[in-house]
């Protein structure tokens, strides 16, 4: 059964809409990238996936007993969070909040998760240091192990390689990659789409057309020669 489906979609916001009967499925271990031009709707679609905000018509159905809470979400980041006076540690930690309840301290499970998350990152050796104080790279690293803490079941990423240099950015993508063929199923917004077509497993390209399936089918298709044309 599909994790999450997408039946005749129509979104927007502000009653304006900017993406109409649009229809896509998405099943465990899928590695699902989001592309198309600038205001296409690539944000309005992940929100909406979320429930963040309502779609005009059609609907979003989780299935498989996904929950909303085993869905991790890195959104992009903001100057005011990229200098936020936390540790390393207390962010990471952070993403278990949401399956605490109303316990109001964590506890060796969320301890353990957190350390866990920071391995997996590589970034256990940082769980001291002041988040302000990173590289951009290592910064994106935290966000990946606090969106592990909350779920290893279905990650949403908004654009994680924004702002990054080449080496961080290929590094992301590995890691990203990595989780994946550990089971994870990956949702990712990404501008890039000969990246795109390189790591994901599906293509879901929005705008004035729209494509759902395959990178095989998408390379294949009129829309995908022309968009990896222009990327040339």
Known sequence: MALITGNDLSLGYDGQEI??????????GDYVCIVGENGSGKSTLMKTILHLQPALAGEIVYGDNLAKNEIGYLPQQTLVQRD???SVREIVLSGCQGS????????KKEKQKARQAMEDMGILDLEKRCYRELSGGQQQRVLLARALCATRKVLFLDEPVTGLDPN???EMYQLILDLNKKGTT??????????AVHY??????????????????YVQSSLGKRYLKKEA
């Open 186 to 195: 990956i949702l990712m917004i990404s501008h890039d789409i000969e990246a």
């Open 84 to 86: 936020f006076p936390a």
């Open 100 to 107: 605490m309840g109303l316990r109001p301290f964590y506890g």
């Open 200 to 217: 994901a497993s599906h293509i879901l390209h929005i705008g004035e057309e729209l494509f759902y399936g395959t990178k095989q089918d």
């Open 168 to 170: 961080a950015t290929e």
């Open 19 to 28: 993406i109409k009967h649009l229809n896509f499925q998405v099943n465990a």
